[in-house]
Nanobody
Framework: QVQVTERGGGLVQAGGSLRLSCTAS?????????IGWFRRAPDKEREFVAA???????PYYADSIKARFTISRNSQSTVYLQMNSLEPEDTAIYYC????????????????????WGQGTQVTVSS
């Protein structure tokens, strides 16, 4: 059973930065897995933000956040989401999720690609 735990949310002013972390557990290796970030803004549906394939370390981003956010991983079991130039529209609960790598990386933008989800961490950007 894989578990993922998010950390790093908080309150930041517009233009500021935050780094979220997602630590995965339950396996000795996450080779063959993908870790993704989604977010749910108030009164909106949950949307894809970014993902990284553990084996290839290849990042995938939603077009809406490209160049402002960077996803990366360390050598153990943690994935980071560095968020720069934050805007009030980035206010949301950010969720980390894990699933198995797929041949069609476009699937990483959909919730169905992920089996295990964290509880989420709140990010609030003030104007």
């Amino acid at each position: 059973q894989v578990q993922v735990t998010e950390r790093g949310g908080g309150l930041v002013q517009a233009g500021g930065s935050l780094r979220l972390s997602c630590t995965a557990s339950g396996r000795s290796s996450f080779s063959g897995f993908v870790i993704g970030w989604f977010r749910r803004a108030p009164d909106k549906e949950r949307e894809f933000v970014a993902a990284i394939s553990w084996s290839l370390e290849t990042p995938y981003y939603a077009d809406s956040i490209k160049a402002r956010f960077t996803i990366s991983r360390n050598s153990q079991s943690t994935v980071y989401l560095q968020m720069n130039s934050l805007e009030p529209e980035d206010t949301a609960i950010y969720y980390c999720a894990s699933g198995r790598e797929q041949t069609n990386y476009n699937n990483y933008g959909y919730e169905d690609a992920y089996e295990w989800w964290g509880q989420g961490t709140q990010v609030t950007v003030s104007s």
